[in-house]
């Protein structure tokens, strides 16, 4: 981005052995999505990156209108990996539970400022996320969707 390091950092459900088949999971590990992501940003800010993006198969559920943009009831699993995650993190898209929204996290828990996001189902929806980065930092100091 510009000659910035972005990392996108992937992740599926610790609970996937839960809803697929056992024969197509056979040899693969699901960890659990927090710990996964805290234990990869150590090594990517030692090679100079701080805008971390994570998409997660891992969603909530809102109360509010698509564009309020805050958190007030949200719930869901996702909270729980939220309020665990290293708040280097700065933008975490999400899924699984079709449903659309733009939080601020920040307004839920001032430690964690995420924009999180997630943009419905089947494709039905797109979130435009506009970030702006720290030229001298590499950090995402601007972010909106």
Known sequence: YGGIPVAFIGLTLKATPSIVSAAGIKDVEFRDEADTVNALIPELQKQGIEAI???????????????????????GPILGILDRLNPAVDIV?????????????????????????????????????????DGKTGDIIKKDA
Do not use: M, R, W
């Not at 939080?103 to 943009?119: M, V």
């Open 53 to 75: 993006v994570v998409v997660v198969h891992e969603g909530a559920a809102p109360s509010t209108k698509l564009n309020q943009k805050t958190c007030d009831g949200l719930s």
């Open 93 to 133: 898209v999400s899924g699984h539970t079709h449903q659309s929204y733009i939080c601020d996290y920040a307004t839920k828990n001032p430690a964690k400022p995420f924009l999180l996001t997630s943009a419905g189902q089947y494709g039905t929806l797109i979130t435009d996320i506009k970030v702006e980065l």
